[in-house]
């Protein structure tokens, strides 16, 4: 069973860049039948997917339409972690934010193990 | 507004049988598998049915799921006093290429 281990600051002023880091354990950020996801839960939008990172030979991701122009997911090779980098906060933007493994046969299955939430709050 | 559509609500008491609906339209539930997951206040979702009916291992068989067409429910048999808590169902997305949940079922053991 793979392990996801979240950190990153609880506090991020409007305007700033809100980072989280989910390291993995378990298995490989460049493993080539699973993606790395960035979801967030607010009690105004629930659970609301974010994006994912995946590897098939080279690197693709794919974001949320709700936050496109904002958010960069990037995997990191070197210490099998992943990131979430979300630019111009808003306190909108204040939610705990959950990394998790999504599985695949020959299309999506499920979202199998989730880290342990890393609760924001964007606030001057 | 989630666009997979769930009940606010269920209640049942304990030993009873209850059942969660989702709702939702072709290009996502129509065409995707089905997750379940449920969270205790505090805690991070976890996941309960994948692929509309499997169980992970650990998880009681007196948790099923089911689908048919753009809707999907799971059912509780059994109900315990433990089994408090908020459920989700999540499906993919094939016109967003993303994944979308409902709103959210609070079930309450009466």
């Known amino acids: 069973q793979v392990h996801l281990q979240q950190s990153g600051p609880g506090l991020v002023k409007p305007s700033q860049t809100l980072s989280v880091t989910c390291a993995i354990y378990g298995d490989s950020v460049s493993s080539e039948s699973v993606a790395w996801n960035w979801i967030r839960q607010s009690p105004s939008r629930g659970l609301e997917w974010l994006g994912r990172?995946?590897?098939?030979?080279?690197?693709?991701?794919d974001y949320a339409v709700s936050v496109r122009s904002r958010i960069i997911i990037n995997p990191d090779t070197s210490r099998n972690q992943f990131s979430l980098q979300l630019n111009s906060v808003t306190p909108d933007d204040t939610a705990v934010y959950y990394c998790?493994?999504?599985?695949?046969?020959?299309?999506?299955?499920?979202?199998?193990?989730w880290g342990q939430g890393t609760r924001v709050t964007v606030s001057s | 507004q989630s666009v997979l559509t769930q009940p606010p609500s269920v209640s049942g008491t304990p030993g009873q049988r209850v059942t969660i609906s989702c709702s939702g339209r072709s290009p996502n539930i129509g065409s995707s598998a089905v997750n379940w997951f449920r969270q205790l206040p505090g805690t991070g979702p976890k996941l309960l049915i994948f692929k509309n009916n499997q169980r992970p291992s650990g998880v009681p068989d007196r948790f099923s799921g089911s689908k048919s067409g753009t809707s999907a429910s799971l059912a509780i048999s059994g109900l315990r006093s433990e089994d408090e808590a908020d459920y989700y169902c999540?499906?993919?997305?094939?016109?967003?290429?993303?994944?979308?949940f409902g709103g959210g079922t609070r079930l309450t053991v009466l």
């Open positions: 999540a499906a993919w997305d094939d016109s967003l290429n993303g994944a979308l």
């Open positions: 998790t493994r999504a599985l695949y046969d020959s299309s999506w299955t499920h979202f199998d193990s």
């Open positions: 990172t995946y590897y098939r030979s080279k690197w693709f991701y």
